[in-house]
């Protein structure tokens, strides 16, 4: 079992003790940071039996602390896994894991060094429906890959205000990106391998706040097939996954992470129908199973630490991620076709 310290209780922070709490035989969370320590930080904390700490250095000095979850904003991530590897502990971070290929290449290094385990929050690689698109890609059940795509929406930005860090161009830039758009991208290089190039447009449409709410991005894939993605952050919440095959395609629909749904319907919801269509014959429609895939990321996370393996995300498929982020981003502004680096 993983003692696990979790930096960040805001809403996600809360969904990721709660996968856990009680339930777990993998990880479970042992103490809290937060620098506010409000009354309901400090009664949820109770709740779950753990000890509530406002300085994050606190956690890394806290011998029964095996590891460290990041629920905090992006840009503190580095430092912090650098902290935490320094001081032995593992880490477990949420997406993005950085905005900057430096950065998790910095990152990385430092948990070589310590010898700690490196986990990184893309949980949907885990749904037996992406289970089932890879093994149906690798059989070359579905021919040779001519395109992969993915739509992400949600209205959350709508409710956003202005000093939230989620409303930040520098914390959140291209607006849907960050908070969903990775994961599909994610997606993408799991199934598909390295991307090659981008070509991003985003901009505001209809929030308040000064963000976009509106981006749309196409990709080149080094093994030549195409993508897109497509995220919006002020229309109703949803969630498409399509590879397009030379043999049929298939299609995952599901949700999206809705700040104020229930911690249940975010954690277990997020894939629903899933569709093949062949090229002859009628199409197979049916429904994903529901399975937490908050907390099987967790789990996965707290048997690499426990027995010592390799984490199911490559550390330099971590790096090309952030690479991928930080080159869509550069797109946006440049208007321009950019080369990954």
Known sequence: MVNAAIAGLGWWGKTLVESVSGVSDDLRFVVGVDPFASDETKAFT????????????????????????????????????????EAG???????????????????????????????L???????????????????GDLGTILHIEANMTFPNALFLKGDAWRASREEAPCGGL?????????????????????????????????????????FRMKEGMSGYLGTMTATGGGFSFQVFGSKGYVRLEGMTHIAGAPSEERRKK?????IFKPIKGPAEVWQADEVDIVREVLEEFGKAVTNGTPYFIPLEEMIHGVAVTETIVKSAASHQVEKIV
């Open 46 to 85: 109770d709740e779950h039996g753990m000890e509530l700490y406002t300085e994050f250095e606190a956690a890394l000095a806290d011998p029964k602390v095996d590891a460290v979850v990041l629920a905090t904003p992006h840009s503190m991530h580095t430092d912090q896994v650098v902290a935490a590897a």
């Open 178 to 218: 960050t908070p969903m758009g990775i994961h599909a991208i994610d997606g993408m290089i799991d199934l598909c391998g390295e991307i090659d190039e981008v070509y991003c447009q985003s901009f505001r449409r209809a929030v308040e706040i000064d963000a976009d709410d509106t981006t749309s991005v196409l």
């Open 89 to 119: 502990k593992h880490v477990f971070c949420e997406k993005p894991f950085a905005l900057h290929k430096a950065d998790a290449e910095r990152s990385v290094a430092a948990t070589q060094k310590a010898g700690v385990t490196l986990g």
């Open 270 to 274: 997020c894939f629903g129908t899933c």
């Open 121 to 139: 929050d893309y949980n949907r690689r885990l749904h037996p429906e992406m289970t089932k698109l890879r093994e149906r890609i690798d059989s």
